[in-house]
């Protein structure tokens, strides 16, 4: 049975998600190729990962759970590139269980993230997406992000290359 979204609460994720929390990043490596990650991580490997977006900042991790069924996803803004020029970028993501597809999670942890960005020094958001994808391409428009390219069969995974189109979104 789909989760009741009233149920659901978003916040900053905690140490304490961290096996969840790697438990839906490796469904995505062993399943999909929405992310470019081969190999599955342990959670004290994804560690660095949880610590490198804390509770404030343009950093961000919000988590989607569920009292009675626990993570439910979550959303990141992550740095966009390493160069202290690109401060005011940030690179966004969502991943969701799979029981938690296509139930309005990922729209509430946008909702969350883009408000807690509000207050922050970020002039962009961007967001990579393996295509095909549909579903990412409609929430992505849905939040306003507009299409500025593609790279062609930039990744390999799975014995085939995929393309990667990049999406943009004004933030102030």
Do not use: C
């Amino acid at each position: 049975m789909p989760p009741k979204r009233v149920d659901v609460q978003v916040r900053a994720g905690v140490e304490a998600d961290l096996a969840a929390l790697t438990d839906i990043y490796n469904h995505y490596v062993r399943e999909t190729a929405i992310t470019f990650d081969t190999a599955e991580f342990t959670p004290g490997q994804r560690r660095p990962w949880l610590h490198s977006h804390p509770q404030d900042g343009p950093h961000r991790l919000l988590v989607a759970r569920d009292a009675a069924r626990g993570v439910l996803g979550y959303a990141t803004s992550s740095p966009f590139r390493p160069k202290p020029a690109y401060s005011t970028s940030v690179e966004v993501s969502v991943y969701l269980a799979p029981e938690a597809a296509a139930r309005g999670i990922g729209t509430m942890l946008y909702k969350a993230l883009f408000a807690a960005l509000e207050s922050e020094d970020v002039h962009r958001a961007y967001a990579g997406i393996a295509q095909p994808n549909e579903p990412s391409n409609r929430l992505h428009a849905r939040f306003g992000f507009r299409h500025v390219g593609t790279y062609e069969q930039v990744g390999r995974k799975f014995g085939r290359y995929w393309d990667v189109a990049w999406f943009e979104k004004p933030l102030d």
